[in-house]
């Protein structure tokens, strides 16, 4: 089985890289399950239900999200219904939505799939090694193939979920960066690992957004409006391949794939 987890779509652009890419990205890499994290979707903070239900036609089948899920109230009664839409599971108790979820393939194999926020330079909230073990049993009553979106910030942090994790899950995959690392690797246990997908965006920018915006903010420490950028747009993903009966995950692949003009 051949799972593409997207990196954060950002924007317009994110999601037209998506629209024209995503096809033949599926076609060349015989892809059975797609996974985004899309919680930079609506302008570059936040995801709306009609955006959400946009990449579900493109073919996406999960959206994963992070810090910036709440950005948009109107996602918050979506988000209550659809097991599709995750929010980081360590949420604090209360929180709308589910952090984990079933879904499958079109040959009906259920992958679980498990959202999580990191601690270390955000903001306040449960401990994702406690939590992440609380999902993971709940999900392997019903697969032993397991897909876990760490959006964190601190790379130390990511590097040590996926070793805890390493042998109990298919993948362990970063976001929230916007920067696709090189560190793809298959962990001794079996677990896929990368400390981030990238973004799939605009990359004539600062991580999705105009340069001149940020560079002022930078230069002058001044509040400044933050707009998605519109050039270069790069679909950035990895393909993981896992076997089916153990969960244990095959190899993993980096793409950068560039929308030509």
């Known amino acids: 089985m051949r799972i593409l987890f997207i990196g954060d779509v950002t924007g ?3 999601r037209r890289a998506i629209r024209e890419l995503l096809p033949v990205i599926t076609k060349r890499e015989r892809i059975d399950l797609v996974i985004a994290n899309a919680e930079n979707v609506a302008g570059g903070s936040g995801v709306t239900p009609d955006m959400a239900d946009e990449l579900f036609k493109y073919g996406v089948s999960v ?3 992070g810090d910036h899920i709440w950005k948009r109230k109107e996602i918050i009664e979506r988000i209550e219904t659809d097991r599709r839409i995750l929010r980081p599971a360590n949420y604090p108790l209360g929180a709308p939505g589910l952090g984990s979820t079933i879904t499958e393939t079109p040959d009906g194999v259920k992958v679980g799939v498990i959202n999580l926020i990191g601690r270390v330079f955000m903001q306040a909230v449960d401990c994702p090694f406690r939590i992440v073990k609380q999902e993971i049993e709940k999900l392997s ?4 193939s397991i897909i876990v979106d760490i959006h964190a910030e601190a790379t130390s942090e990511k590097v040590a979920l996926g070793w805890y994790l390493d042998g109990i899950v298919s993948a362990v995959v970063g976001t929230h960066t916007h920067i696709q690392t090189a560190d793809e690797k298959i962990l ?5 690992y990368i400390t981030d997908v990238g973004m799939t965006g605009p990359f004539d920018s600062v991580i ?3 340069k001149e915006q940020i560079l002022v903010r930078f230069i002058t420490q001044m509040p400044a409006r933050f707009e998605v950028a519109t050039d270069d747009i790069q679909l950035h993903s990895v ?6 009966k153990t969960g244990r995950a095959l190899s993993i692949k980096r793409i950068q794939e560039r929308l030509q003009p």
């Open 188 to 192: 001794p246990g079996g677990t896929a």
């Open 12 to 14: 317009e652009p994110g």
């Open 239 to 244: 393909v993981i391949d896992i076997d089916e």
């Open 208 to 210: 999705g957004r105009k």
């Open 141 to 144: 009553k019903q697969t032993t």
């Open 63 to 65: 959206l994963t999200s």
